[in-house]
């Protein structure tokens, strides 16, 4: 070791510290930076020369030919700054993202319970009158004060039942009022007289709302995927720019309301097997409208009660029928990819379903219609990456599917000829595109294969 | 207590750790133009760790260096995506690999078989915490760039950050930001309960208040570096904000957004759609954090009268103290307060602390002589307000609306206690609200309301004092 009072310390260091940048500089990226580096001094050099002969032209005009020169340079920098602008657009991954919400529709008006409703008759009744000082035209601020307050409640848990006319009224207000604290506050009402709690204190509920009035509610938010005779190549990419496009508010109300239905299956039959896997459909679609983005918590939060409803008899069937009409309803892009990993996969059955939606996205990406996971990986291996037309971006966004299809497929689990497929398939993404390779995705395809092949080496 | 090592991985886990973090490696970047390149690898490399630990059958918990990176991506980063994925993941994550967990343990040796459940604390599981002891304070700053990990200070400084935009936010950055350091706090939180609440009802069962000495949320407190008073001062500050925004503003603000027009990248939407949604979970959380500390004040007095605590454990005023200070010295807040403040229990509890201050005591208490501090109960103060002596020399201290809210916010409080269905093992509980009849109770609210109003024929009854009386007398009505 040097002497720690050496005076040449330092000066020993120096070097050492520098030298680690060098390597950086072998890497491919560089190549289009210094492209634009150059394109740029290209671009000042032209401009001072035109400046030059902005002067000279005042002086004389006589470069006829060197005017010329001029143009085809300036067309071929022109060419040259297209071919840029091409390279860079396709390298940069689109992001997902699907309009899921189209125009809202209008909303219905909000009624009043009628008078004949038990709470508001003693409202008027009321022999306190002298201190509460109401009157029937006060009635409906004073209901919904009671509502906000948290009141209301307190009324009926000691009175044992909600009476229909106060339950479609907390309804409506929970799905279409535009001010927040009455939202807010239906919400909370409608989820606690839901709860476990509620249920065993013996609360009869007089109305439940059923799967079309939610459905309803939907479609006037402007709901687009509905219909599966859209398809899903005519689903806009772009963002409407109107002014009433995307959901309002009240969607974080519906989601909630959904996922407090689905919690009480035992004790409420307000769903079906079918209305309950339409709207596990509904919720993973939710996930890719970007405006959504910010609400994944609420989002997963119900998509696991949707996914709990299920009784263990129903739910292998109903996971396929779910994956099946997710892939028929939703782009098969990179909006697949996501679709997928918005499940979150925090249980055995969302394990199942984000498997299981990964593989019917890869059937309907490769075109095919029955195959079983061998066809699968053989038209994976048979694509020859080499290729310079092979479409690096579809490849990258089959290896997503497959790898979360094959690890989460019960019955592939032990399979070993499927795991030396899969094997030799990422081992011909890995090895086949050299770190040369400049077309888009590449580096992309070769690092999420070579990632991987690691991870099947580690285990 | 038992402690138990993480799941012992080796080179597994490291071959692991390697191949992951190569995601987030960077050299071959240097460039700000390919700043979409580096999201798109942060967000495979979350994606990498939720299919290796969560998703796979036997999956491990991510290494410490996998989880600050994962940690660092929500404190840093700008991108909705990216928080909202790292922030759903480290949820998660706590989720399936908690540091701390109760073990039920049959034990068979007494005639009847009880259960008996063992603390287990994962010594080196991951935490985003870690609260160097303060003598070693500077040593602490010097490794900060290391690691990300959140002390005291920061912590406090992360609240002061939220109190104060919650109070004045512009631009979209800020909206932004402002959502990043909300959902922080909330995982923060969430890791401060998960740390908290077994070890609690380990200590209710074994005494044991080493359990609690060494609990997070203790450390945090107890840390020299934050002063405590404003702490728990920016805590409430939070709570009644976060709800005043969300009547007040979130309305404005989505009218603002639809005519703004700029609806191009969807941030903006994006941003007045969930707001609303965060601020109220953000408010939930800080609820729970109140509650906690008042929880472990509790523990700590129980502990303190065993003489269990030691010097080392210093001394702290008892949250509810400070917040009844400030509640009493800033009347602003307090309806608020009432409005977010709804656990039953200790809403309760803190509002007939309240009155204690102003109703004339009959008899000297001292404090601590049996134990506990002998409260009274919410029945004694109606009575309080039965005649009109009594009820001038309150109200002589305390504005008559400032009488009504309380009365009326402890009604409430009070029905919600009837009515839970109270688990066994809750004596306490049962005495709050035991006394007297809840129709007993009805019939004393509407009397000390009347003669509240007597007292001041001019002052008209406060919404929420309506509501209530209103309740009272119908609940009456039904019962009779």
Not at chain 2, 457 to 477: H, Q, R, Y
Request: hydrophobic share 40%.
């Amino acid at each position: 070791m040097t002497d720690a009072y050496d005076p040449l310390d330092f000066e020993f260091e120096e070097p050492i510290r520098i030298s680690p940048s060098v390597p950086k500089k072998k890497k491919k990226v560089i190549g289009l930076d210094d492209l634009l580096e150059d394109h740029e001094k290209e671009q000042k050099r032209i401009n001072e020369r035109k400046s030059k002969r902005q002067k000279i032209k005042n002086t004389s005009d006589s470069e006829e030919d060197e005017d010329a020169r001029e143009k085809e340079l300036s067309k071929c920098v022109d060419k040259c700054q297209k071919e840029m602008d091409q390279i860079n657009d396709d390298d940069e991954m689109p992001l997902w993202g699907i309009q899921v919400f189209g125009d809202q529709k209008i909303f219905p008006a909000l009624e009043y319970p009628e008078p004949r409703s038990f709470i508001l008759q003693s409202i008027v009744n009321n022999k306190l009158n002298s201190l509460v000082e109401l009157t029937i035209e006060k009635g409906e601020p004073f209901l919904e004060g009671l509502l906000v307050d948290g009141w209301l409640l307190k009324l009926i848990f000691t009175q044992g039942r909600v009476e229909k006319s106060i339950s479609t009224w907390i309804f409506n207000l929970m799905l279409y009022s535009s001010k927040e604290w009455l939202r807010k506050a239906a919400c909370e009402f409608w989820c606690s007289i839901l709860s476990p709690e509620a249920n065993s204190s013996g609360i009869k509920i007089d109305w439940l709302p059923s799967y079309s009035d939610l459905k309803r509610a939907l479609g006037i938010y402007g709901y687009l995927l509905d219909s599966p005779s859209k398809l899903s190549s005519d689903i806009d990419m772009i963002h409407a720019d109107s002014d009433t496009a995307g959901p309002p508010q009240n969607i974080r109300c519906w989601i909630k309301y959904v996922a407090a239905c689905c919690q009480v299956r035992n004790m409420h039959v307000i769903f079906s097997t079918l209305e309950a896997e339409d709207f596990l459909g509904v919720i993973i679609s939710l996930f890719l409208d970007r405006q959504l983005l910010c609400l994944s918590m609420i989002l997963h939060a119900c998509m696991y009660s949707v996914i709990s409803f299920f009784k263990d008899e129903e739910w292998h069937d109903s996971c396929e029928r779910v994956a099946k009409s997710l892939c028929c309803r939703l782009p098969g892009d990179i909006n697949c990819l996501r679709t997928v990993e918005s499940i979150s996969g925090s249980n055995g059955r969302s394990k199942h379903l984000r498997s299981a939606v990964a593989k019917q996205f890869l059937i309907r990406c490769l075109n095919e219609k029955e195959c079983d996971a061998e066809d699968i990986l053989r038209m994976l291996i048979s694509i020859n990456v080499k290729d310079k037309n092979c479409d690096l971006s579809k490849m990258y966004i089959y290896l997503g599917l497959a790898e979360n299809w094959l690890l989460f497929d019960p019955t592939l689990k032990d399979n070993a000829k499927i795991h030396e497929m899969w094997r030799s398939c990422l081992r011909n993404c890995s090895c086949g595109i050299a770190i040369t390779d400049l077309r888009s995705y590449a580096s992309k395809v070769r690092s999420k294969a070579s990632y991987l092949l690691q991870g099947m080496a580690n285990k | 207590m038992e402690n138990r090592k993480g799941v012992a991985g080796g080179a597994a886990n490291r071959g692991l750790e390697e191949n992951t973090m190569a995601i987030l490696d960077t050299s071959g970047f240097n460039s700000s133009k390919i700043c979409h390149h580096l999201n798109d690898d942060r967000l495979a490399f979350l994606e990498a760790v939720r299919c290796a630990s969560l998703l796979s059958i036997n999956g491990t918990a991510p290494t410490s260096i996998m989880f600050e990176a994962v940690f660092q991506i929500l404190k840093d980063e700008d991108s909705l995506d990216l928080i909202m994925e790292s922030y759903q993941l480290l949820v998660d994550l706590n989720k399936r690999f908690p540091r701390v967990y109760l073990s039920k343990t049959e034990k068979s040796e007494s005639s009847s078989s009880n259960v008996m459940s063992e603390l287990v604390v994962v010594q080196e599981a991951w935490s985003p915490f870690s609260f160097g002891l303060d003598s070693y304070n500077e040593k602490a700053v010097a490794n900060k760039q290391l690691g990300g990990s959140v002390d005291s200070l920061s912590f406090h400084a992360l609240i002061q950050e939220v109190v104060k935009v919650s109070r004045e936010r512009k631009s979209e950055a800020v909206e932004i930001k402002f959502l990043r350091n909300m959902l922080l706090l909330q995982y923060l939180i969430i890791i401060l309960e998960d740390d908290f609440l077994p070890r609690n009802s380990a200590y209710q069962e074994n005494m044991n208040w080493t359990l609690l000495r060494e609990s997070l949320l203790n450390m945090l407190l107890g840390s020299r570096k934050i002063i405590y008073k404003s702490f728990i001062q920016d805590c409430l500050c939070i709570l009644c904000d976060l709800t005043f925004d969300q009547t007040e503003l979130s309305s404005e603000m989505s009218h603002n957004s639809r005519h703004s027009g700029d609806l191009s990248d969807g941030i903006d939407t994006a941003l007045v759609l969930a707001l609303p949604e965060v601020e109220k979970s953000t408010c939930s959380v800080l609820k729970k954090l109140v509650l906690m500390i008042m929880e472990l004040d509790l523990s700590r007095s129980m502990a303190d009268l065993q003489g269990s605590t030691t010097r080392a454990d210093g001394v702290r005023t008892p949250a509810v103290d400070i917040m009844l200070e400030e509640l009493i010295y800033n009347s602003d807040i307090l309806s608020s307060f009432l409005q977010v403040f709804d656990e039953p229990k200790w809403k309760l509890k803190v509002i007939v602390e309240y009155f204690q201050k102003y109703i004339p005591k009959s008899s000297v208490r001292t404090r601590r002589s049996n134990g506990q501090v002998k409260d009274q109960t919410f029945d004694e103060v109606l009575k309080c307000f039965s005649n009109s002596n009594s009820t001038k020399s309150i109200v002589k201290k305390l504005s008559i609306e400032v009488a009504q809210l309380l009365l009326a916010h402890a009604f409430q409080a009070y029905l919600s206690l009837s009515l839970q269905h109270l688990p066994e093992g809750s004596s306490e509980l049962k005495e709050d609200v035991k006394g007297s009849s809840l129709a007993e109770v009805c019939k004393n609210l509407i009397s000390a309301f009347t003669s509240l109003r007597r007292e001041d024929k001019e002052t008209e009854i406060l919404p929420f004092g309506k509501e209530a009386l209103f309740t009272a007398a119908t609940i009456l009505s039904t019962k009779s």
